[in-house]
């Protein structure tokens, strides 16, 4: 991201309306490599690969701002890799790690990973350090440190169903695995703020507060991404595509002051009921219309949406939800056509 | 008949201890299995459905009343078996091919195992071959292929176009379902029926098999 857009960005985090309407996208490895014409396993294994693909984006689209941009990562794999999850890849799908924790009981027996040492962390952070001095001298910064949330990592760690019935049969041992979740993100983070100074910015990735209640949101969810995003950092950006009604109230308490969610909720709705205190990115529908939908299908959602919104101070038009797969080119023109078209 | 309210509230509470000794205390008086089912297990499930429509409850609660239904069931199935009860309906769910995730599997399974339905459950990562034995082995009216993620999505149209060429498809309504599934995408692959969370899965077999 270099700093235009980051301005942009802090702009609207800010509560500035700007005109026209910024524009952005959560890219990483569901979109970007197919679209540049790569194997999702090329592109995490070839360095070359992901910063090209990268800087493809970056060049085909320059009125957008991508997010959390040059996003190291291993798919769903990265933090379940220090806990010691063993990691599974196949040529052109998403990594999939497998499950440690057999019971809650074994939580008992989980240690706190050292995100210098342990899984693919330190190949995170080592494939950026390579490519910085070319992100850099191409005028972008490495702005965001970026992690999958809390309860995201419990459910990698010991199974989505056994993760959410266990919050309820043995709510103290969940306690635990959260505690030990959060403090190695906050280490995870540390790290990564310390290896790139530029950072300013945190992402969290975490779907799973979507399927819980507010009151289990308080109690297992808030206290935890709270601690999580407690650094001093200018953007704080939560990523939560499921239904988020009943958390989306709370999320300012986190300290969360950029929102990407998804299609369930309307912009509006969600301005409400964050009382516009959190800057959103959202919502054009990801899969039916960005991916599956014309160009026009793409335009007319654009104006649906935009014409639905009263306040548009505290928002960047982007899709409901990361970049999805197949998302052509044409389409992602068409979105910011429109937005430029609809805002100026 | 005696009362089974207890039975309810244990499986609305997710009460998993609580409903299977209710159920058991329920036989023990004389209620005929089948009975159980309609009278105790369908009714809590549909009210568990109704309050996770009205947005009173979550997964997590729709996860412990599906396992105190599970448990019963345990209980229930080989008496079932013995008295000859026929089923509503008999279903074969499973995960598709290349996906290794299974809630909104399991919870369908509980809501139709709850609504006197036959569930035959496939697990995660379920071939179109293995769905096709199934559903030929169990002579199942309904097939549920489910997705958590966009990329394994596909694998549901392969599996439809699978029980094409294996000559089930007309024999087999099937329905589809799961985060990234949508009714478009449903009617795009030539599925019978989508059901938008698990709440709705009862109702959509009920149709589909014309109950």
Redesign the interface.
Known sequence: MNDREWNTLVSVVQGETLRPLPVGFIIDS?WLPKWAGHTILDYFTDERIFLEDNFRAIRTFPRAVFLPGFWSEYGMCTEPSAFGAVSMWEEN??P?AKKILRSPQEVEYLEKPDPRKHGLLPFVIKRLKHLQPEIERSGHKIRFAVARGPLNIATFLM???EF??A???DPELMHRLLAIATDFLVDWIAYQRECFPTIDGILLLDDIVG???RR?FETFGLPYLKKAFSTDVTVKFFHND?PC??CAPLLADAGINLLNFGVQHTLSDMKAWTCNKIALLGNIPP??VLA?GTPEDVKRSVADILGAVEDCSRLMVSCGGGM??DAPTQNIEALISKVEALTQ | MPDLTSLREGIVTGNAAAAVSAARSALSKGVAPVDLVTEGISPAMAEVGRLFEEGEYFVPELLVAARATKEIFQVLRPLLAQTGAKPRGRVVLGTVQGDLHDIGKNLVAAMLEGGGFEVTDLGVGVSPEKFIAAVQNSRAQIVGLSALLTTTMPAMKTAVDAFRSAGIRDTVKVMVGGAPVTRNYAEAIGADGYGENAAASLELALRLIGG
């Open positions: 569901p799908e998403f999939f199974g989505t169903t959410l019935t919050l309820k049969t399927f819980i209640s289990d499921a009604k009943a899969r039916d599956a999805p797969p």
